[in-house]
């Protein structure tokens, strides 16, 4: 056993190494979603190759039953299962909420707050604002911002993607004609319609090729700000469309926008803040707040049961994948 040990170290050795460039490559990313993905999926890799070893080494059974894989494994594919199944519920309850709850304007809920009466959870409408404001890849002056940078495509499709980029204000907040409350958000509860802008593609996000294509200057090329506009002609222009010799290359930009001013609800709970007239919107137990922009509610609502219907059926198929496994173990 010492042995097998003492050959499994290199193995050991390589993984924690991978694991450990994997952990400076994110710290040197931009702002991305879910960046401990890659190095859970790293210390499952290892985990997993671990115990394929340890099954097939002589005597492995002194130090790790099979019973003992099998019931580790059914209790993994539990507890995903259960968290499938509370994203499910989280969207089902806001879906629900939009779908079921007049949106309240902002003064009149304060007002009522003021008054001793708790306007407890609901849909808040008013207009998005925030302090700091960013720009988007597609040269839009904005709050938030999550957008996938492609290449042109022909027929409108989407092409290979370039570039993912996001950034999000420190805070925002729900304005109303008197008043003002700051949101509790996480990423993933910005709700925003998706649209497709031109932009300049990064220097080394686009093939060496893309340099070498000389184009004609095409009618939609010479909007400010960077970014073009297409014209009818050009609806649907190829990956070399549009640019000059020596200009960057354009890419398009799938972009999911915020901007001070938008018309904006909120699904949570409006509270008191910490210092006299704050005001905070937030979700239950101290969670983020659903913030949907623009009107659509009802499409939106749609778009969360939908989604809470799928991680139902997930966490489904692997509760009956848990009780095979444990079956046998039991």
Same mark, same amino acid.
């Given at each position: ?6 050959? %499994? ?62 019931? &580790?494994? @059914? ?10 199944? =509370? ?7 806001? &879906?629900? *909420? ?11 809920? *304060? &007002?009522?707050?003021?008054?001793? $009466?708790?306007? #407890? ?11 700091? /404001?960013?720009?988007?890849? #597609? ?29 999000? &204000?420190? *805070? =925002? ?5 008197? *008043? ?23 220097? @080394? ?14 009618? #939609?090329?010479?909007?400010? #700000?960077?970014? +073009? ?6 609806? $649907? ?6 640019? +000059? ?15 001070? @001013?938008? +018309?904006?609800?909120?699904? !949570? ?11 905070? %919107?937030? !979700? ?5 707040? %659903? ?8 499409? /939106?609502? @749609?778009? =969360? ?24 173990? %039991?």
């Amino acid at each position: 056993m010492e042995l097998w040990r003492m050959a %499994l170290a290199p193995v050991y050795a390589a993984c924690l190494l991978g694991l450990l460039v994997a952990a400076f490559a994110f710290g040197r990313k931009d702002v991305a979603g879910r960046p401990y993905r890659v190095p859970l999926l790293w210390f499952g890799a290892l985990a997993v190759v671990s115990l394929l070893v340890l099954e097939h080494v002589q005597g492995a059974g002194a130090v790790l039953a099979s019973e003992t894989v099998v019931k &580790a494994l @059914g209790s993994v594919l539990l507890v995903l299962a259960a968290g499938l199944a =509370l994203r499910g519920g989280w969207a089902r309850s806001r &879906a629900n *909420v939009l779908r079921g709850s007049a949106p309240v304007p902002l003064d009149e809920a *304060v &007002a009522d707050l003021r008054a001793g $009466h708790s306007p #407890g959870w609901g849909v808040y409408h008013g207009v998005l604002d925030a302090e700091a /404001t960013l720009t988007s890849p #597609g040269g839009v002056a904005c709050v938030f911002f999550d957008a996938e940078v492609r290449e042109v495509a022909a027929d409108g499709r989407r092409g290979a993607l370039l570039s993912r980029e996001r950034a999000y &204000a420190p *805070v =925002l907040a729900l304005r109303g004609q008197r *008043v003002r409350a700051t949101v509790s958000f996480s990423p993933a509860s910005l709700m925003a319609p998706v649209e497709v802008r031109r932009c300049k593609a990064l220097p @080394g996000t686009v093939p060496a090729s893309w340099y070498q294509t000389a184009q004609p200057e095409g009618p #939609g090329a010479a909007a400010p #700000g960077g970014m +073009s506009v297409p014209s009818t002609a050009d609806a $649907h222009p190829g990956p070399a469309a549009a640019w +000059s010799p020596g200009a960057e290359p354009e890419a398009l930009s799938w972009e999911r926008v915020g901007t001070v @001013g938008e +018309s904006c609800l909120v699904v !949570g709970e409006l509270r008191r803040g910490p210092v006299e007239g704050c005001y905070v %919107l937030g !979700g239950r137990e101290g969670g983020p707040a %659903l913030v949907v922009l623009g009107p659509q509610a009802p499409v /939106t609502s @749609g778009t =969360l049961a939908r989604r809470a219907w799928r991680h139902f059926a997930a966490a489904g198929v692997l509760s009956m994948a848990a009780a095979v496994v444990l079956s046998r173990a %039991l």
